[in-house]
C-alpha cells in the first residue's frame, strides 16, 4: 500500500518525539544516581593497638677464627720432614715439622761436657777455700764459670727442643709454605703454616655510632627497656639467605669510634662444631637491643609520603571525621611500619579509599580489606567454616 504524503512527513517528527524522550529518561536516571552518591564516602580503617615489640638491629658483618697462630721457625736449619697432613685437625703440642738437628745435638754434647768440667772445679774450689788453700776470688770465678756453663747447656737443649717445631694451638691447619729441603731461620718473616681454631668463631659486626647513642637514650629515657638476658642473644643469616641454626652471644663493643666510618665494632661469639662458618665470611647478624611495651605497628598502606618527603597518616576521629597526622617512621617490621609519634593506641587508620577523602571530611568507616590478617593488631586467620559463611552471603 502506497504511503501517502501526510504521513511521510509525520515519521520524522515521531522520531524526534522518541529520542528526546528517551534522553530525558536517561538523564533522570543519571540524576536520581548521582543523587543516591551525595552520601559520605565509605573508607576503610584498621584500629591500632600497642603491642609489645623486640626491637632488633640487623647488622653486616664477617667471621674471624676465634684464634690465629701463625708457625715460625725458632732455630735455623733444613726442614728434614713435615708430620702433617695440609686442611687437617691438629692438637696443641702436636709436632709439623723436624728440623735438622745434627749441629745442634753436638752443641748440647761439647755443652753437657763444659758443664761438667765446671761444676766440678766449683765443687773443689769450695771445699780448698775453706782450708785457705784457694783464695775468695778464685773460688768465685770458678763458681761464676760453672754457672755459665749451665746456662749454655740449657740453652743447648732448648735448641734441641726447638729442632721439633710443634703445634702452639688445636685448630684447623693450612696449607704448608715449605717443604723438605727448604732453608728456615730464627725470626723469618714467612710462617711455615698457619693454625685456625674455628669452634667458636668470631662474628665481627659495625654499628653507626649514631644508632648506638639513640639506643642509649631510649634506654635511659624509659622509652625502651632492655630485654633481659635476651640483650646479648644474637641470630645469624648467611651469605646464601639461610638462617643459621645456632645463636650467638655478643661478647665485645669497641670502646672507640672509627674516625673513617663513624662506626663501632661489634664481637660475638657463635658456635660452629660442624665448621659450617669459615673465617671471612660475609653474614648479616640480628641483635635483640631492647623491647618496647607499648609499641604502634601501622600497615604500610596507611602511610604516604608528601612531596618533601614527610610521612602522614589520615585517621577517623571521634565524630566520623578525617585527621591528617605528620608521623615519625623509625624501621620496616615485615609489612608494617613501627611508629615513634603522631599515632596513638586505638587510632583508626585509613588503609582504604584514601584518594577519595580530604582532611575535615565525614566518612563511612568500614574493617580493611587491603590489609593482611598478620599486619591487623590482634587479628587472626578466619575458621574453615567463617570462610564458608562468608561466601555463602
Not at 674471624?64 to 735455623?76: G, S
Not at 662506626?263 to 647478624?285: I, K, Q
Not at 624501621?331 to 611508629?339: K, Q, S
Amino acid at each position: 500500500m502506497p504511503i501517502k504524503p501526510a504521513h511521510a512527513a509525520l515519521i520524522p517528527l515521531l522520531a524526534t518525539t522518541l529520542f528526546i524522550g528517551a534522553c530525558q529518561d536517561q538523564n533522570q536516571a543519571e540524576g536520581q544516581g548521582q543523587g543516591a552518591q551525595q552520601g559520605p564516602p565509605q573508607v576503610g580503617v584498621v584500629t591500632l593497638e600497642a603491642e609489645r615489640f623486640l626491637l632488633t638491629t640487623e647488622l653486616p658483618g664477617r667471621t674471624a677464627a676465634y684464634r690465629i697462630a701463625e708457625v715460625r721457625p725458632q732455630v735455623n736449619g733444613i726442614i728434614e720432614k713435615r708430620l702433617f697432613e695440609e686442611g687437617a685437625e691438629v692438637e696443641a703440642g702436636q709436632q709439623l715439622y723436624q728440623i735438622d738437628d745434627d749441629v745442634y745435638q753436638a752443641t748440647l754434647k761439647s755443652a753437657e761436657a763444659s758443664a761438667l768440667a765446671s761444676r766440678s772445679l766449683s765443687e773443689r774450689y769450695g771445699i780448698l777455700v775453706k782450708e785457705r788453700a784457694v783464695s775468695q776470688q778464685e773460688f768465685d770465678e770458678a763458681r761464676s764459670s760453672s754457672l755459665q756453663a749451665q746456662a749454655a747447656l740449657e740453652q743447648a737443649r732448648i735448641n734441641v727442643r726447638y729442632t721439633k717445631v710443634l703445634a702452639p694451638i688445636s685448630g684447623r691447619i693450612g696449607r704448608s709454605a715449605v717443604s723438605e729441603g727448604a732453608l728456615v731461620s730464627n725470626g723469618q718473616a714467612q710462617e711455615l703454616a698457619t693454625i685456625q681454631q674455628l669452634d667458636p668463631i668470631y662474628v665481627d659486626v659495625t654499628q653507626p655510632a649514631r644508632d648506638m647513642l639513640n639506643l642509649r637514650r631510649d634506654l635511659e629515657a624509659g622509652r625502651l627497656e632492655r630485654s633481659g638476658d635476651n640483650a646479648a642473644k644474637v641470630t645469624l643469616q648467611l651469605e646464601d639467605g639461610s638462617v643459621y641454626p645456632l645463636d650467638g652471644k655478643l661478647e665485645f663493643s669497641e670502646v672507640s669510634v672509627d674516625s673513617g666510618t663513624g662506626s663501632v665494632t661489634l664481637r660475638a661469639v657463635f658456635p660452629n662444631p660442624d665448621e659450617m662458618l669459615l673465617p671471612g665470611m660475609f653474614v648479616h647478624a640480628q641483635l635483640i637491643a631492647g623491647a618496647k611495651s607499648d609499641a604502634i605497628l601501622a600497615p604500610q598502606q596507611g602511610i604516604t609520603r608528601t612531596p618533601r618527603g614527610t610521612a602522614t597518616a589520615m585517621v577517623v576521629n571521634a565524630e566520623n571525621k578525617v585527621e591528617v597526622r605528620e608521623v615519625k617512621t623509625e624501621r620496616t617490621v615485615g609489612n608494617r611500619w613501627l611508629i615513634s609519634s603522631g599515632l596513638n593506641d586505638g587510632d583508626r587508620l585509613i588503609t582504604e579509599g584514601l584518594q577519595f577523602v580530604q582532611p575535615g571530611v565525614e566518612v563511612n568507616v568500614k574493617p580493611a580489606t587491603n590489609v593482611s590478617d598478620a599486619a591487623k593488631p590482634g587479628a587472626s586467620a578466619p575458621s574453615d567454616d567463617a570462610a564458608a559463611a562468608n561466601q555463602e552471603g
